[in-house]
């Protein structure tokens, strides 16, 4: 069935270090990757997302990368701000009209 | 102005009793959802409908009745409340169905006791 996990359920990242968070996933028909950020007692926001023919991405401060041959998505972000806080989840869009949630990654920014 | 708003933002209730969680988006989207986010913060989609007609429904158990009287509007009644249901629901709104960005609610913390 299909799948999205992560390696990692936390991280710690010295403030101004660049962070990489990581993501498995096993449905191969996925049209989209993407990424969502919540902060505490908040709902997910979009962060970025990449479509299945590309394997990089940039945007503000983040990069997405995705490596169909082994099934591997991760999300860089530089210079981490205390802001970046929060749990990171990736996620999957397919042909089956939902996006399909992996189980977070708790990314502690360290002042 | 929120985009996606839900209310209450927190609900403690006992079990046996049936409750509301009410969502409106202002942002014109087609398409609305309901999703369940347990203690793990493992984000799981219940419902999704589009323009007032029921996409996905995911094995949700039938005490949970979503309601869309417009495409605006998705409301979500569970019957009959049981400790398992405690959980964080999130509506959330996008402009297609399955969406790569979808924009959540504030969420509604359900607590039953």
Redesign the interface.
Same mark, same amino acid.
């Given at each position: 069935g299909e799948s999205v996990g992560l390696h990692l359920p936390t991280l710690s990242v010295q403030e101004g270090d660049n962070s990489i968070i990581n993501c498995a996933y096993s449905n191969s028909a996925s049209d989209y990757f993407i990424w969502y950020k919540q902060e505490s007692g908040k709902g997910p926001q979009f962060i970025i997302d990449i479509r299945s023919n590309m394997d990089k991405r940039q945007g503000q401060r983040v990069t997405v990368l995705l490596n169909k041959t082994v099934k591997h998505l991760s999300l860089q972000i530089a210079a981490t701000q205390p802001g970046d806080s929060a749990v990171y989840f990736c996620a999957e869009s397919g042909g089956n009209e939902k996006l399909t949630f992996g189980t977070g990654t708790r990314l502690t920014i360290i002042p | 102005d929120t985009a996606?708003s839900q209310t209450p933002k927190y609900l403690v209730t006992q079990m046996g009793n049936d409750k509301s969680i009410k969502c409106e988006q202002n942002l014109g989207h087609d398409t609305m959802?309901w999703y369940k986010q347990d203690s793990?913060? =493992?984000?799981?989609?219940m419902f999704?409908y589009n323009n007032k007609e029921l996409?996905?429904n995911e094995t949700v158990p039938n005490r949970f009745s979503p309601k869309s009287p417009d495409k605006a509007h998705l409301n979500l009644h569970i019957n009959s409340l049981e400790l398992g249901d405690s959980a964080v629901y =999130?509506c959330?709104s996008s402009q297609t169905? #399955? #969406?790569?960005?979808? =924009? =959540? #609610?504030? #969420?509604t913390r359900l607590t039953v006791v």
């Amino acid at each position: 069935g299909e799948s999205v996990g992560l390696h990692l359920p936390t991280l710690s990242v010295q403030e101004g270090d660049n962070s990489i968070i990581n993501c498995a996933y096993s449905n191969s028909a996925s049209d989209y990757f993407i990424w969502y950020k919540q902060e505490s007692g908040k709902g997910p926001q979009f962060i970025i997302d990449i479509r299945s023919n590309m394997d990089k991405r940039q945007g503000q401060r983040v990069t997405v990368l995705l490596n169909k041959t082994v099934k591997h998505l991760s999300l860089q972000i530089a210079a981490t701000q205390p802001g970046d806080s929060a749990v990171y989840f990736c996620a999957e869009s397919g042909g089956n009209e939902k996006l399909t949630f992996g189980t977070g990654t708790r990314l502690t920014i360290i002042p | 102005d929120t985009a996606v708003s839900q209310t209450p933002k927190y609900l403690v209730t006992q079990m046996g009793n049936d409750k509301s969680i009410k969502c409106e988006q202002n942002l014109g989207h087609d398409t609305m959802y309901w999703y369940k986010q347990d203690s793990k913060k =493992f984000l799981k989609i219940m419902f999704s409908y589009n323009n007032k007609e029921l996409i996905i429904n995911e094995t949700v158990p039938n005490r949970f009745s979503p309601k869309s009287p417009d495409k605006a509007h998705l409301n979500l009644h569970i019957n009959s409340l049981e400790l398992g249901d405690s959980a964080v629901y =999130f509506c959330a709104s996008s402009q297609t169905t #399955g #969406g790569v960005e979808a =924009f =959540f #609610g504030q #969420g509604t913390r359900l607590t039953v006791v």
